[in-house]
């Protein structure tokens, strides 16, 4: 008797977890085939594309198997794009996050004009990538206000001592053109990036900050043993934003220096490498083994990243 | 089935992309052009043809889009039963077709630049004309053969007829320069007599690159491909040394890039006074009169160099009729009028561009770059796979000059591989 009573409510409790989860599924029905259709299939109908010489009009024409793939890693035009995107994550990264920590915890503080200056660090970011790269380009022109002011407050000597002339053409030469995007992006970027962190540090519980105040912890012993621990959860959001939107770089470098990514590939990119591949020399299957290739480094630097960071801490 | 779900999405894409531009019908406009009375149809057939058809092209400029009205009322009055729809597009025009071209939604008839004619051709987005022409009795025999050679397949077939043209000349500031310089020698003379003065940043703008060193190349009697175009011609001696004449000028501070100057191109370093000689072509001119109506330059032909008669490069752009047109009739009528003398007399009257036929009048002013179009090469699209040729050639003479190292041997190196690869291919 109790037996089938326990039974019965076993059953019931099943059947009202089963309807529960039609529900839940009945309500990520909509967008999930969106996801599947829009992203994971045509992640998968490029992966079919890429094995193919494609015309865009008429479809296959022949099967390339993975020559393809085989091109396309000794082509050293993609070896420069891949350089130049490794360094570009390597240097902007690190540069923009640190900017944009600094400045969360800056206007965190309980400051007169907190909000201004959340406003203005922020604004930046709400500007096209277009119209700034172009107001970008007319600063560091070679007659342009970067190099007019130095000359005016008597710094050439230093800029000479690193071989930069007096008009030197910061996006048009292969040695500096990289660089100036970099710190372009930085400056627009990194009001985001303390966007993100602001909202990781307000999650900080006050009362860890009391404690560590009766330990007698000084300001710069408890933002480096007690706020940058803690904030490893935001840490590992804005590194992978970050990192997919450095190997993604295409509009500043494609306004900065053309399809060609001029001046001598310093500002070729994977995503402008795959753009050529597609728009200019109409080969959609390789085209699209690009992709691939771009999806499949993504991923993995996701992954790495989140052995990194991603694990909750050890405390 | 799938690539017709894809060929979907293409398509709401270029709709959405079509919604950005304006589309806009011909409407009368003040001092719009009739045609004279008395020209007729070339044959009674075209007439006989009724319909529609859409056209669409780039608009760089609103006098552009005012000439192309006027010779489409042109068209209107000599051929009522055909009804164009005229669709300028908006944004980047070679990405914006191309989803055209994929969702089988294509203009009937529309621009096709040279730089991608023979890739236009070769992926199957073009129909050939040749029945029309034959059909039509159009007559093709005043087309310059630079700009109308660029436009037929490998398979010999036309796939367009150039709507325009323009030729590279030398625009020079006739305040600096009293006398424009005829031959190479002339010009290096020039150049060294103005180095350093009138605060000039350079005498000569220059590109690093063949969209203007081709005319130099040619000049001093050099080549990419050899005659028969089935070899590069890039590694001979005479190549080797024009491009290395083409690096000194920068090497000895006669001529620089515009980017170097802090220009967009070299029209904006004429106009800013930071040079005093330029090679560009005829859409110099509007430029000009808008930006900097004050200065004031005149244009002389590409100078003569070691090659002994006179060289120019010459670019354009075809009216060719899409593969997957539904009007391809009411499509060739209509590109045969804009490309017979009628139509483009009209157009060129606009002052954008040059005629591309020997019959079409010289529009006023533009009798230098107009003399070119008699001898031009083209500047583009004459071998398949130029955007990658070109690319390796600016690569590394960008490098060179950037690297101070000023050595025509790398230079020739890469264009050699690039060249090579792209006959092969």
Redesign the interface.
């Known amino acids: 008797m109790v037996g089938a009573t326990t039974a019965r409510v076993r059953r019931s409790q099943a059947t009202e977890r089963r309807t529960e989860a039609l529900h839940g599924y009945a309500f990520i029905a909509v967008p999930m085939v969106l996801f599947l259709v829009l992203n994971i299939g045509s992640v998968f ?1 490029a992966m079919f594309i890429s094995l193919w010489k494609w ?5 296959p024409v022949d099967f390339r198997g993975l020559r393809n793939y085989e091109t396309l890693l000794s082509d050293p035009i993609f070896h420069i794009a891949i350089r130049n995107s490794i360094y570009y994550a390597a240097v902007w990264v690190p540069l923009t996050m640190a900017i944009g920590l600094f400045l969360a915890v800056i206007v965190n503080q309980k400051i007169r004009g907190q909000t201004f200056f959340r406003a203005a660090f922020y604004f930046p970011a709400i500007a096209s990538s277009a119209a700034i790269t172009m107001l970008w380009i007319f600063l560091v ?4 206000l970067f190099n007019t002011v130095r000359a005016a407050i008597g710094v050439n000597p230093i800029f000479a001592f690193f071989g930069f002339d007096p ?1 030197q ?1 910061w996006i ?4 500096t053109a990289l660089n100036s995007i970099i710190i372009l992006n930085a400056w627009t970027t990194s009001g985001t990036f303390m966007l993100f962190y602001l909202a990781s540090l307000q999650s900080i519980s006050r009362e860890i900050y009391e404690a560590a105040a009766i330990d007698g912890a000084t300001a710069w012993q408890t933002f480096w043993k007690v706020t940058f621990p803690l904030l490893r959860p935001g840490h590992y959001f804005v590194a992978t934003v970050a990192v997919i939107g450095a190997l993604q770089l295409f509009d500043q470098a494609y306004i900065g220096g053309g399809p ?1 990514g ?4 310093a500002l070729m990119t994977p995503v402008l490498y795959l753009y050529n591949a ?5 080969n959609f299957g390789y085209a699209a083994a690009v992709g691939i290739v771009l999806f499949a480094v993504i991923f993995t630097a996701t992954l790495v990243q989140r052995r990194l960071f991603g694990q909750a801490p050890s405390w | 089935m ?2 017709r779900r ?1 060929a979907a999405l293409g398509a709401a894409a270029s709709l959405l992309l079509a919604a950005c531009g304006t589309a806009a019908s011909p409407t009368p406009t003040a001092g719009g052009a009739t045609p004279a009375p008395g020209t007729a149809a070339p044959t009674a057939a075209p007439t006989a043809i009724s319909g529609s058809a859409t056209l669409s092209g780039w608009r760089s400029s609103t006098s552009e889009g005012e000439a192309l009205t006027r010779t489409l009322l042109g068209f209107q009055a000599q051929y009522p039963d055909i009804k164009v729809d005229y669709e300028p597009l908006a944004g ?1 025009y ?2 914006v077709m ?1 989803t055209k ?2 969702s ?1 939604e294509v203009p009937d008839l529309f621009y096709v630049n040279a730089e ?1 004619a023979q ?2 051709i ?4 073009l129909a050939p004309l040749d029945d029309y022409i034959a059909q039509a009795g159009f007559d093709t025999s005043q087309f310059f053969p630079g700009y109308a050679s660029i436009f037929k397949g490998k398979d010999g077939k036309t796939y367009g007829f150039p709507k325009d043209g323009n030729t590279i000349a030398l625009a020079y500031n006739t305040g600096l320069v009293p006398t424009p310089p005829t031959t190479m020698d002339g010009l290096v003379t020039l150049a060294e007599s103005l180095k350093g003065t009138n605060d000039l940043k350079a005498p000569i703008c220059l590109n690093p690159g063949l969209d203007r060193g081709l005319a130099f190349l040619y000049a001093q009697g050099g080549s990419l491909l050899t005659d028969d175009g089935k070899s590069e011609a890039i590694s001979t001696d005479t190549s080797k040394a024009a491009v290395q004449w083409y690096l000194d000028l920068f090497k000895n501070g006669l001529g620089m ?1 515009a ?4 220009s967009g191109w070299c029209g904006e370093a004429l106009g800013k006074n930071q040079v005093a000689l330029i090679f560009e072509g005829g859409w110099l001119d509007p430029y000009m009169g808008d930006q900097f109506p004050d200065v004031k330059y005149a244009w002389t032909a590409v100078p003569t160099g070691s090659s002994g008669s006179p060289v120019t490069i010459s670019y354009t752009v075809s009216y060719s009729i899409g ?2 047109s539904k009007n391809k009739d009411q499509a060739f009528v209509l590109l045969s009028y804009l490309t017979g003398p009628d139509g483009m007399k009209t157009w060129t009257e606009g002052g954008v561009a040059l005629p591309s036929r020997g019959d079409v009048p010289i529009p006023s002013g533009k009798d230098v770059l107009a003399a070119g179009s008699a001898y031009a090469r083209p500047g583009s699209g004459f071998m398949p ?1 130029y ?2 040729v070109q ?1 390796a050639f ?3 003479f ?2 060179q000059l ?1 690297g101070k190292t000023f050595s025509a041997d790398a230079v020739v190196a890469a264009t050699k591989a690039a060249i090579e690869k792209a006959l092969s291919q």
């Open positions: 109908y015309n865009v009009r008429s479809g022109a070679p007659d342009g008009n053409n048009g030469h292969q040695s060609d001029a001046p001598n590939n597609a728009f200019s020399q109409f | 799938q690539r894809w980047d070679r990405t191309i071209f994929s089988r991608y890739e236009w070769d992926q199957g987005f890039t980017s170097d100057m802090g593969a997957d796979g955007v990658d690319k600016q690569d590394a960008t490098a950037q």
